[in-house]
């Protein structure tokens, strides 16, 4: 993702200011000079105009929705001034330059650069474009981030989401998308934890302050970590606190690591002398509803910065950045400064729809491995979409995202993206075989059958944004992985003719990838090995040379030490072997005996959650049940089904 710097500076304490129409700032984008801009509203003006955005305003006033859409048109011009024009200076020092010379000759160019002023002053704009457009337009095919520093207090109130592009549409829309995130420069904790591979999520909800649509977003969250809920303890991934007190977040956070926390309550105004911030609503033991200020909920969550990538704040106002003269910020702000990399919150009320259409967008997106830019930008997306049918208004406007991440963030995404689909689909097949020992419907497992081909869909576009030559192969692979489980899925359970030809077309594809795979990395004798099985059992032949490069591979993978996958590769190269004549060092049987021997002793030293026996039995069990003759797998020979049942028993890890 590229992205765009964009910073605004000024004198003077940064911690506490008011707008004034005319106080100047410096702005810079990116490389580019520098350029003076100036503010052209007041603070009253501004707090008048923010009062129209909101549903009802303090006075108790309710906003009809052509105020509010007006309002918006304001705010948007207003921080489309800021972002891209700037006042070009120019003409008035050429002008100062020739009064100063007071020379006769120079009253015709006075007048010339006098009459071009008051005509840009007719045409009601002074401005001319910055260099913004110009970033944005040297990488339009991709989704960009404007990466907006704006540490003077009174700036970090405005709205700067409300952009528009120079054709007057929202700028997050342009071309394949802009994504704004905040940060504050100077005072971010730099040991932010490292990006999880696999996510535990902590669900804070209350209904102090009113109700709450708890269960739709318990459903949502729990959705989208179905690729990493292990059916019999669900717990390690999610956990929830309803009615939640500050002491029982405290406590659960201190005894736990999570990775994401996600809190749902309503945002309230403190509303005392000196300060009208917003705080949050929780329960308390006692007294009912406890008002608390964000600086204490940022103690509360004191323990979870160790471990804590993502907080999600679903409550009107707390990243409201109101109180420009307090020097203690939203809570939004204080949560990322205090050293959460990634804190999303609302600036304004935001909807009950809203704010589930922003968990099931965001979170889906973000655990299936995308840059969580990326998921900023697909929720605001989806309300600004869904914004006159589903009645959200401008929720699209009050999501506000406070983004610093680690170097190396966008490498690191690809491992975690082909995790979550490797572990999506290890679930599916966990269901899949659930459903069937319980005697399931033909629906259930057609709902499985759709869930397989939407993964298959997610590989792909993951294919085309994957970089780095080893998640390459994985991709790859699992793409020949989730192609095979859906042929499985048709062959098993759907017995007309259209789904069995479905089946083999789906083995065919799975065929195919684990070729690719193989022919990008010969080393690789895992994807080597899949292509040689499918292939075998698709036409009945096998490539002599392509079976000795991966049993080549595989031996010398064998040499490390703690390596046990590769036994299984050999043992089914030993199987396949029978076929056309050749002969690996070792029976099958000796390598699968091997491969518990060093499965053991790997375990027995640093346990892991890697188990190589499930998946060789359940390729073995392929031969047995899917790939025979009479199901015209292995044409022209007897197939391989007696040698691989006598190899089951051994993939048992007693």
Not at 209 to 238: I, M, N, Q
Request: glycine share 6%; charged share 25%.
């Amino acid at each position: 993702m590229k992205s765009i710097l964009v910073e605004f500076t000024r004198f003077d304490d940064l911690q506490t200011g008011i707008l004034r129409k005319g106080d100047k700032y410096l702005r810079t984008i990116n490389d580019q000079s520098a350029q003076q801009v100036k503010m052209s509203i007041s603070h009253e003006s501004f707090k008048e105009l923010i009062q129209k955005l909101r549903y009802i305003s303090d006075s108790g006033h309710e906003n009809h929705e052509t105020e509010r859409l007006e309002a918006v048109q304001k705010v948007s011009n207003l921080i489309s001034d800021l972002l891209r024009q700037y006042e070009n200076q120019e003409k008035y020092d050429e002008l100062c330059d020739l009064i100063k010379r007071g020379d006769i000759e120079s009253l015709d160019e006075i007048s010339n650069i006098i009459s071009e002023l008051r005509q840009q002053y007719l045409n009601g704009s002074v401005f001319e474009e910055g260099p913004l457009i110009k970033e944005l337009n040297r990488f339009p095919d991709t989704l960009q981030q404007i990466d907006l520093v704006a540490n003077a207090a009174e700036l970090s109130s405005l709205p700067f989401e409300a952009a528009l592009s120079e054709g007057g549409t929202p700028l997050f829309l342009r071309g394949k998308g802009v994504v704004l995130t905040r940060r504050v420069r100077g005072d971010f904790n730099e040991k932010v934890p490292k990006w999880p591979i696999k996510p535990r999520v902590l669900f804070a909800w209350s209904e102090a302050g009113g109700e709450v649509p708890y269960k739709a977003h318990r459903e949502t969250l729990l959705k989208a970590l179905s690729p990493w809920l292990p059916k019999d303890d669900p717990e390690s991934v999610f956990v929830e606190i309803g009615n939640a007190t500050s002491r029982k977040i405290k406590q659960y956070v201190k005894d736990n690591s999570f990775t994401h926390f996600h809190l749902l309550a309503h945002g309230q105004g403190l509303k005392q002398e000196n300060d009208v911030r917003f705080g949050i609503v929780l329960n308390h033991p006692i007294e009912g509803p406890d008002l608390v200020k964000p600086e204490h909920i940022v103690q509360t969550l004191d323990n979870l910065r160790s471990s804590a990538v993502v907080i999600t704040l679903a409550a009107c106002d707390l990243g409201n950045q109101g109180d420009v003269t307090n020097p203690e910020k939203s809570l939004a702000h204080e949560l990322h400064v205090s050293g959460f990399p990634v804190v999303i919150a609302s600036q304004l009320p935001l909807t009950i729809t809203g704010s589930e259409i922003f968990v099931e967008h965001f979170y889906k997106s973000l655990f299936n491995g995308l840059d969580v830019r990326e998921a900023l930008h697909t929720a605001r997306v989806e309300l600004y979409k869904k914004r006159d049918m589903a009645g959200t208004g401008h929720d699209w406007l009050s999501l506000v995202g406070y983004v610093q991440l680690r170097e190396g963030y966008a490498n690191f995404l690809e491992e975690i993206r082909l995790k979550s689909q490797m572990n999506a689909l290890t679930n599916l097949h966990d269901l899949t075989e659930s459903i069937a020992q319980k005697g399931g419907g033909q629906n259930e497992i057609a709902a499985i059958g759709t869930e397989l081909t939407g993964r298959i869909d997610t590989l792909n576009k993951l294919l085309l944004q994957t970089q780095q030559g080893e998640a390459l192969d994985e991709n790859r692979g699992l793409l020949g992985s989730a192609e095979k489980r859906l042929a499985e899925l048709y062959f098993r359970f759907f017995k007309d003719d259209t789904s069995q030809q479905n089946s083999r077309h789906a083995l065919e594809r799975s065929c195919n990838w684990y070729l690719e795979a193989f022919t990008e990395n010969p080393s690789h004798h895992w994807s080597a090995v899949q292509y040689l099985a499918l292939s075998a059992a698709l036409t009945g032949q096998i490539d002599n040379k392509k079976w000795k490069i991966a049993y080549r591979a595989a031996e010398v993978d064998r040499m490390r030490p703690d390596e046990y996958w590769a036994l299984g590769s050999l043992a089914e190269l030993a199987l396949l072997g029978e076929l056309i004549g050749e002969s690996t060092d070792e029976t099958a049987t000796f390598y699968l005996q091997e491969m518990k021997e060093r499965f053991k002793r790997v375990q027995a030293e640093a346990p892991n959650d890697d188990n190589p026996f499930q998946s060789t039995e359940l390729q073995l069990r392929r031969y047995v049940e899917w790939w025979l003759p009479a199901n015209g797998y292995f044409p022209g020979t007897p197939g391989l089904a007696d040698e691989a049942r006598t190899l089951i028993p051994l993939c048992r890890n007693d």
